[in-house]
Structure formats: C-alpha cells, structure tokens
C-alpha cells in the first residue's frame, strides 16, 4: 500500500486472476474507472490490423441487455457521466468517470460493455464505417502520419492510417468475435478504480470477481521489439502544405530505473518544455517557431526519445542549428545548475497540479502499471527531484545517442537540398 493523507493505494489480485489498483481519495466527489486489455494491434496478421480497434468500438456498443448502441449509450450518460475506449498496438481500454452518487451503476454498466457485448452484423457494419471515418480524420492529421511512417520505418509496430482503411476490408464479424474472446479474459485484465472508496472496496472486489468473463490463461506479453537505423531520412511529400513537419527520435537499449527518468524528465524540460527552455526559448526569441514538443517514452527493450515541430522552410537551418547546439551542451554537461533546479521547480508545480483532480491522481499511476505492472511511488516524487543532479541529467542524455540507432522525417513542401542540409547538421549529435 500506498499512502499518504492525499490519497492510498491498495494493489489487489483476486480469485479470477485479475489485477488493479484501488486509490482511495477521501472527499472526492467523483469515482474514474479503467479496465485495460493486452489485445492491441500486435496480435493480428498485419492484413487484420484494424480488428481490435473495431472490437473496442464495438464493445461499447449494444450488449446483453441493452440491443442498441444507442439505448445504452442513452442509459449510460443519463446523469452527465464520461465513458470511452481506446486502442494501442499494445492495449485496449475502457475508462469511465461519474458522480460519486452513481458509481455502482457506472460500475456495472461499463464492465457489462466490454464483458457481455452483442456483436451484431449491423452494428458491425455500422462501426467499420465510423473506424473508417476516424481513420480517415486521423491520416489529416500531419504529425501523426509522419511519426506512423517514421515508427514503420523503424521495425515497430505501426500502420499509416491510410493503409489501414484499405485493410479493413479484410476483418470479418468472427475476426472481431474470436479476438474479443482469446483477449478478454480476467487474467488478462488490469484495472484502476479511483475515487472515495471508504466502505466500497470490498463490494468492488466481490463485483470484479464475479464478472462474466473467462478466466484464461494469464496476461499476454508485450512483444519485444528491436528498432532498427534507417538509411536515409524520411520525407513525406504534401504540396498543400507549405512549411515543413519534422521528427528527430532516438532510441536506446538501456533501461531506465526512477532516478534516470526523474533526470530525464529534468533534461526534457530544460529543453523544451517552456519558454525559457534552451531549445524552444532561443528558438521564440529568434522568431523560428511558434511550439515544439520533446519527449521520452518506454517499451519492453528500449526507449525513446524524440522532438517534433512545424517550421517554416527558411527558418529550419537556423533552428536546427539550435537544437543541435543545445543538445551536445546538454549531453557534455555544459548545463548551469540554476536551469537543473528551474527546471526542478516546473517538474514540482505540474505534479501538484495533476493532484487536483481524481483524473490526474488517477494518470500518474495508469501508464506505468498497465505496461509493467509497477506501482509509481506517487509521493516520493518531491523528495526524489531534489536529488537529481546534472550528472545524472548528462549520463541519461549520453545514453540515447550512445546506439546510433535514430531517425530524422520529414513532411511537407521541402527540396533535396534542403533535406540533406537538415540531415547532416542533425548526424553530428551521433558522432564521436
């Protein structure tokens, strides 16, 4: 357990093999729920790609007692509360959030969703044609498609989404059935409820352990993935588009433990998190761009680390400038340690921050457990930023250009020269 006079978490594991997390938030007027599934993209044939994201449409959708998407949907919202579902190359999810004053019934109407769906050919049509839609609003979305062609090229699992509107034609109603019941199993479920759950914990517990799902045979692994160096940049042609997308990730096969992501965290906020970063601050200064984003993320054998933004043609030679400037000093240590503890006191507001709501205490333990099964010791955070030194910030920089695995893409109206220029300034950043 957990604890602290904010909230608790207790870690339980029942009967069916289940296994979540219940935060007790004392005085929250609201309860979240999320129930999480190994059943992403990764167990299908490629040509079948789109089956569990039409299974997770689905299974919000008509059921066992309600024989209308929209009857449930109607009985489901009646009092103001959330409900969605989402799938990954890894998970499918389904969270929900309502008043305190209903949470058994958002309980009982979520799980029913996913564990007793009615999976008819007309609504089966009728959700292929809205993944289709949303497939279809997604590939506009121009950083996205170059990050989905940038992970492909890299060996991980990712499909552009255009790619999978044309392979959707190949999932049929018992592709979506049979992945619905080799997936989901209770052994196979995690789940995160959160909220004030004084005297509800054991009923919580009773419920999930009686709910109409197989057992099965444990929880399915992730996959182990080995990105792989492209050898020439990507560049994705869009003559309506007329500054330039960019993408720059870089992976490392080292793992991180808490103290390496805490400096990490550090490290990215120096770089780019605010307006008097390093890289996004200079870059404002000198008129270059509007935003960036950076950013760390983990997988089973590796991690990554990437900065992505939209720039005009004729500043991207001077910002590139900028980013690898301020990355070899960040890697060589040259860092001032009064931007390490600026840096610091950002890190520490946003935490406080994300404890405002049953929502955010809920997000600081989700990604981690659903992915690893590990327990984020939420309150430790304060203390540990305090430790991190620039040491640490310049040995965990150090370690995801030390694989030469790494990608630049582009996206947009840019010319040969153009891209080569960006290629070779950005190659340095790997060299000796």
């Excluded at 769906?117 to 609003?137: M, Q, W, Y």
């Excluded at 979506?176 to 914990?201: D, P, Y």
């Excluded at 809920?362 to 991190?388: H, I, Q, W």
Aim: charged share 25%.
């Amino acid at each position: 357990m957990i604890s602290s006079k904010d909230h608790k978490v207790y870690k339980k594991k029942l009967s069916n093999g289940a296994e979540g997390l219940l935060i007790d938030i004392p005085g929250a007027t609201v309860m979240t729920f999320e129930f999480c599934f190994r059943a992403g993209n990764f167990l299908m044939d490629r040509k079948k790609w789109e089956t569990p994201h039409i299974m997770e449409h689905m299974s919000l959708g008509a059921n066992s007692r309600y024989k209308k998407a929209r009857l449930f949907e109607a009985e489901f919202k009646k009092n103001g509360s959330y409900s969605n579902a989402h799938t990954s190359p890894y998970h499918v999810w389904y969270d929900a959030e309502c008043a305190d004053f209903e949470w058994e019934r958002i309980l009982d109407l979520l799980t029913l969703a996913f564990s007793e769906p009615h999976f008819s050919t007309e609504e089966f049509k009728a959700e292929c044609g809205n993944v289709r839609d949303e497939l279809i609003g997604r590939s506009n979305n121009h950083g996205r498609t170059l990050s989905l062609a940038m992970y492909e090229a890299f060996g991980m699992l990712a499909m552009p989404d255009k790619e999978g509107v044309k392979l959707m034609q190949n999932v049929t109603l018992n592709d979506v059935k049979e992945h619905h019941k080799k997936t989901h199993t209770t052994s196979n479920m995690r789940f995160i409820i959160a909220g004030n759950l004084q005297g509800r914990m054991t009923y919580i517990e009773e419920f999930l352990s009686k709910i109409k799902l197989p057992k099965g045979r444990g929880l399915i692994d992730i996959p182990t993935e080995r990105p792989s160096k492209f050898k020439k940049a990507i560049y994705i042609p869009r003559t309506s588009v007329s500054n330039i997308y960019f993408d720059l990730t870089t992976f490392t096969s080292k793992r991180f433990k808490d103290a390496d992501w805490d400096a990490a965290s550090i490290a990215n906020n120096i770089l780019t998190e605010t307006l008097y970063s390093k890289i996004l601050g200079e870059a404002r200064e000198q008129g270059l761009v509007y935003s960036m984003a950076s950013g760390f993320g983990q997988y089973k054998s590796f991690i990554d680390w990437g900065i992505i933004a939209q720039v005009q043609q004729e500043n991207l030679p001077a910002l590139f400038e900028i980013i690898v400037r301020q990355l070899k000093k960040i890697k060589s240590g040259d860092v001032d340690d009064a931007d390490i503890e600026a840096a610091k006191q950002y890190a520490l507001g946003r935490y406080q921050r994300g404890a405002q709501t049953v929502g955010g205490v809920m997000a600081g333990y989700s990604s981690r457990y659903f992915f690893e099964g590990g327990v984020t010791d939420y309150f430790s955070y304060p203390e540990r930023l305090k430790k991190v030194k620039k040491a640490k910030v310049t040995e965990v920089m150090q370690a995801m250009f030390e694989d030469n695995i790494w990608g630049l893409g582009i996206l947009g109206t840019a010319n040969a020269e153009l891209r080569a220029l960006a290629e070779e300034k950005v190659s340095s950043l790997w060299q000796p």
